[in-house]
């Protein structure tokens, strides 16, 4: 009987997944990116916009911590894109983050993405957003803001997928 049950079930959570789209989240940043503000602050944009696609039934995976990604002429041929194809994603957000230094400490300023179809190579959309446009409040924590802008960046480019 558990067989009768099992069996269906997971044939249904099987389809379920070959229908999700897979998106490799690639983060850049303009500062050092083993100092341990930058990283926090990397990590709670990428979770932000991890768990807006998430949500949003699409199987996300990021790139960790990489150093480089050069601009070369043809974006196919970037790093990012390399790791999008080799990981089976159809999508590809890169997000450049840009940090500026307060007192002893970095925060994050603005971030720049670009969302691509791994395919094709074509940009879907693109756009930037800076701290004052996803903070509420002055005494907001950082990572807080930092998740908020992954979440924004993330409904930019969720916003191309559902026309």
């Known amino acids: 009987m558990k067989n009768r049950v099992i069996v269906p079930l997971l ?3 099987t389809a379920a997944l ?23 602050q990397q990590s709670a944009i990428e979770d932000g916009v991890m768990e807006a696609f998430f949500d949003a039934g699409h199987i ?5 911590i990489v150093e480089t990604n050069e601009k070369l002429e043809i974006p196919s041929e970037r790093l ?17 983050v840009d940090y500026r230094d307060i007192d002893d400490s970095v925060e994050v300023s603005s971030a720049a993405y670009r969302f691509y179809d791994v395919m094709s190579g074509d940009i879907l959309t693109e756009g930037s957003l800076t701290v004052a446009d996803v903070e509420s409040r ?26």
């Open 138 to 163: 002055p005494d907001t924590p950082v990572k807080t803001v930092c998740s908020h802008m992954g979440a924004s960046i993330a409904s930019g480019a969720l916003s191309k997928l559902h026309l």
């Open 11 to 13: 044939f249904i959570m």
């Open 18 to 40: 070959l229908q999700a789209e897979t998106v490799l989240i690639f983060t850049r940043n303009s500062h050092n990116p083993e100092l341990e503000a930058v990283m926090e």
């Open 80 to 96: 990012s894109f390399r790791m999008a194809k080799q990981g089976g994603a159809y999508y590809l957000l890169e997000i450049d």
């Open 60 to 64: 996300v995976f990021n790139a960790g």
